[in-house]
């Protein structure tokens, strides 16, 4: 069976002006299987992030191959669709415009794309903030909007680039589980990108732990925890094992 | 925001508690004072050969409110003002225009491309060092007295600051929006449309601001130096015949129409940026 995300022995060097070249990738494997939630954990800086450039097709791998179902990731395409961290909202267009952007841009006509977004923003759990621009969103709802955003051009896969880190610990643990039930209703391929051992564990059927610079896969963790997940979850001898576990394969990666 | 707007509120009401005789005085102070300035001036300058004999000399080249007021009124009664100020609306409006709607691509496309910019930017380096009053005698020599030299000097005046700030603005684009909208497809030209000029818009209108006050200084020089018809045409002539009303005159509606077109200009950075977060500052 082909993988839903294939990489295969993926290098990426930056070279950036007036500084030495930073070798963010090296002989990086992974396979991301259909409807699998599969978390990157690994040291600031090691190329984790890159990666979900590299598969959102807005940069290229020097070597090696990306695939999506079998063919050359050669760039964006709505089949993928990415939750940013910082939200990447724009501030000037309101929640329903701003969840309309993708939709805009493939060509939906608008009296559709008005359907569409509604549809998310009750997904989500936004209804009211319709009108609302983004600087009136707390963080939590704004990255609703960024979610609803990426769901609405009906993708298979969705990339998410630490989208909780700008929260707050409250709101990043309700957001977890708002994640859940929508990756349930959905029903896409994710394809997660944490610093939190604990939230990758809670959230996804696998764990994959990375080197450091330049990145390459560590470990891959199979987290065989029942599903639906709860936050009581969390305190179970079970998730704790994981827990350790995933931190003894990550703590010599980490360099302060 | 809200907490800020509460404080702001906490802070005007415990104002009131402190002197609630005050609260009106308080918010009126500004405007009643400048207001009150300006009229004790224009009293003062009424009074003056009331309470002063002036010789016949000095009567010549002086004026007063009440005489500026009539010489206003009749201008505008008999419809005398309207071909002069059409003239120089019309010089105003098109070079303004021309201006923008070259400055604006331009800008965009040298903020965006690296090639472009280094093409052009000499040209707009030397332009907007020189100052553009030397392009007067060209400018008349090639296109005339008629309106489209005035177009022209117009032109020149407010392009730069549109073109400048327009590149200015496109160069602090946000790249991660970019990333954003290039992630769900966007080519060059939706970049601009959704990123780049949305983000750029209070330089663009900085800009817009600085152009009008270059237009309407454009179009007072044309006319003083050398056109047919128009304001200042009238102005000048006016001065020649020792009508010193008229030139008042013609300085006063110069000046309204700038501070209404300087409240225009506000207006619509209102409405263009009602998506911003409001600042206790301002």
Avoid at chain 1, 110 to 138: I, K, N, T, W
Avoid at chain 1, 188 to 201: D, G, N, P, R, S
Avoid at chain 2, 49 to 68: C, D, E, H, M, N
Avoid at chain 2, 193 to 210: D, E, Q
Wanted: charged share 20%.
């Amino acid at each position: 069976m082909v993988a839903c995300i294939e990489g295969r022995n993926v290098s990426l060097t930056f070279r950036p002006p007036n500084r030495g070249p930073v070798r963010a990738l090296q002989g990086f494997d992974i396979d991301v299987q259909d409807g699998e939630f599969l978390s990157i954990v690994g040291p600031s800086g090691c190329g984790k992030s890159t990666f979900l450039n590299v598969v959102l097709g807005l940069i290229k791998a020097d070597s090696g191959d990306v695939l999506m179902r079998g063919k050359p990731i050669a760039g964006p395409g709505t089949d993928r669709a990415m939750v940013f961290q910082e939200f990447g909202l724009l501030p000037w267009r309101t929640v329903l415009n701003n969840i309309e952007l993708g939709l805009e841009l493939k060509g939906v006509p608008a009296g559709q794309r008005r359907d569409v977004s509604q549809r998310f923003v009750q997904m989500v759990g936004l209804s009211g903030f319709e009108g609302h621009y983004p600087h009136e969103l707390s963080g939590g709802m704004k990255q609703r909007v960024g979610l609803a955003r990426a769901l609405a051009t009906d993708p298979d896969v969705l990339l998410m680039d630490e989208p909780f880190a700008a929260l707050d610990a409250q709101t990043r643990d309700v957001m977890q589980v708002e994640l859940l039930r929508i990756w349930h209703e959905a029903k896409k391929t994710v394809l997660f990108v944490t610093h939190q051992i604990e939230e990758a564990i809670y959230l996804s059927d696998r764990v994959m732990v990375m080197t450091k610079r330049p990145g390459h896969a560590k470990k891959i963790f199979a987290i065989d925890l029942p599903r639906p997940r709860d936050y009581e979850m969390r305190v179970t001898p079970e998730f704790n094992e994981l827990k350790l576990q995933i931190w003894h394969a990550l703590k010599d990666e980490i360099t302060v | 925001m809200s907490e800020s707007r509460t404080i702001k509120a906490a802070l005007a009401s415990s104002d009131e508690l402190a002197a609630p005789g005050k609260s009106l005085w308080h918010r009126i102070e500004p405007a009643a004072l400048g207001i009150g300035s300006i009229v004790a001036l224009l009293v003062v300058w009424e009074l003056v050969p009331r309470l002063i004999t002036l010789s016949a000399g000095t009567k010549l080249f002086f004026t007063t409110p009440s005489q500026v007021a009539g010489t206003l009124w009749r201008l505008f009664a008999t419809g005398e003002i309207w071909t002069p100020l059409g003239v120089s609306a019309s010089g105003f409006g098109l070079g303004l225009l021309l201006s923008i709607v070259v400055g604006l691509p331009l800008g965009v496309l040298i903020g965006r491309s690296r090639t472009l910019n280094d093409m052009i930017d000499p040209f707009i380096t030397a332009f907007n060092a020189t100052p553009r009053l030397v392009f007067l005698p060209l400018v008349m020599l090639w296109l005339g007295l008629g309106l489209w030299s005035k177009v022209l000097i117009v032109f020149i005046g407010a392009l730069f600051p549109i073109l400048i700030n327009t590149y200015e603005g496109v160069r602090n684009a946000d790249k991660v929006l970019i990333n954003v909208v290039r992630s769900f497809g966007a080519k060059e030209w939706d970049i601009a449309r959704l990123v780049v000029v949305p983000n750029a818009m209070p330089y663009i209108i900085a800009g817009l601001r600085l152009a009008i006050g270059r237009a309407v200084l454009g179009v007072v020089v044309a006319e003083f130096f050398g056109s047919e018809s128009g304001l200042g045409v009238m102005m000048v002539q006016a001065a020649g015949r020792y009508q010193v009303d008229v030139v008042f005159s013609g300085l006063i509606i110069f000046a309204v129409l700038s501070l209404a077109l300087t409240a225009m200009v506000q207006i619509l950075e209102q409405r263009l940026s009602r998506w911003r977060p409001v600042h206790v500052s301002e």
